[in-house]
């Protein structure tokens, strides 16, 4: 449906005229309670809510269980499915073909931190804006629920074996390697998942947010680590969240010292609101020093864990076109025939040069 066709009787619109149900995909097959469903709903919630138009978003994925998630939400969006940890690579050139887009990548802890840790990395890297979501359950749902990359020390299996390997935080990683916009969340708490979502809509960059998504089927017992129980328990949220879109003018009003704002800037803001502490979002060093010491007393930190609204975006670092690559004439983006035959005979020149010279 679009923002011209009327909307069914009786269902609100958000700003471009469209209903919740024009955000939703085809029905899930993942298990009943599967942590990833919970995400696909606040996905979809946020999407609406936002107002982002489903033609204008292409969403990415890898393999795994997560991967398949994209297939439950936005379903007149534009998809690719990549294979095993490489789509990184897709979701680079969706962005190098048509800026226009919103990119969604959906990934898991194994897609992302093992077979495809060196396309994430550099994806990180280059800053390409797209939001990458980590369905975080710390096992290979697809084979049988071995180990994954991110899987805490000591946290066991259903067979009772333990984890013995240092774990890859996800979120550390992405710091450290300058990514502007890092949050972790629980697929549990709708209330923290969502406002972080329409954040990471509005980013202009790489937006990595790992959430812990417990799989219900091989990592939802006693002894895991990710199980729903474990990380209630152990659940420790930075603040509450607001976010304030830029198309809606919403005076937010508390008390002073009680909450910080971060200005995006389309000119949304997102209003943290000060729990135990007060943390300062845009503090690289905090972030690390806050991630270490939660690891290490066994608590969950979830939230805004960083955001730097300064860093330049893989398109404009590389001063491209403003026009989507896709939409310029093969003469444009195609070297001339002259051109070619100049580069072949550059390297000609050199091999003859290098076998006259016992090179």
């Known amino acids: 449906m679009s923002a011209t066709t009327p909307p069914p009787a009786g269902q609100p619109t958000n700003r471009v005229g469209l209903t919740r149900a024009d955000y939703d995909g085809s029905r899930t097959t993942l298990c009943p309670g599967c942590g990833h469903n919970a995400i696909t709903g606040g996905i979809i919630q946020a999407a609406w809510e936002a107002g982002l138009e489903p033609h204008r978003v292409a969403k990415l994925s890898g393999i795994g269980c997560s991967s398949k998630t994209p297939t439950y939400f936005l379903g007149h969006s534009h998809g690719f499915n990549a294979v095993h940890g490489r789509m990184p690579s897709i979701a680079t050139g969706v962005h190098a073909a048509n800026r226009e887009l919103t990119l969604l990548g959906v990934s898991g802890d194994g897609d992302t931190a093992s077979i495809g840790i060196g396309q994430f990395m550099h994806l990180v890297r280059r800053n390409v804006p797209v939001v990458y979501i980590v369905e975080n359950n710390g096992v290979y749902g697809l084979t049988k629920g071995q180990f994954s990359a991110t899987a805490d020390v000591g946290s066991t299996r259903k067979g ?64 895991s680590t990710k199980s729903y129980a474990a990380v209630k328990e152990h659940d420790a949220p930075l603040h509450d969240i607001e976010y304030v879109p830029y ?71 590389r001063d491209m076109v403003d026009a989507p690559l896709a939409s310029l004439p093969l003469e444009t983006v195609r070297p001339p025939r002259a051109v070619l035959d100049e580069v072949m005979r550059a390297y000609l020149d050199g091999a003859v040069a290098a076998a006259a010279g016992g090179g």
């Open 247 to 317: 198309f809606e003018d919403i005076a937010v009003d508390y008390e002073p010292g009680t909450t910080r704002d971060v200005t995006m800037p389309d000119g949304s803001r997102i209003v943290l609101k000060k729990l135990e502490v007060d943390y300062d979002p845009t503090d690289a060093d905090r972030a690390w020093t806050v991630i270490r010491q939660a690891r290490a007393e066994g608590r969950l930190i979830t939230g805004l864990l960083y955001v730097n609204q300064k860093t330049q975006a893989f398109d404009v670092e």
């Open 160 to 223: 009772g074996e333990a984890s013995r390997l240092n774990p890859i935080d996800l979120c550390a990683l992405a710091i450290e390697l300058g990514c502007g916009f890092v949050a972790r969340s629980f697929s549990g708490d709708q209330k923290q998942l969502r406002p972080l979502l329409k954040a990471a809509f509005g980013h202009r960059g790489t937006a990595v947010i790992d959430v812990i998504s417990p799989c219900v089927t091989f990592a939802d017992h006693e002894g």
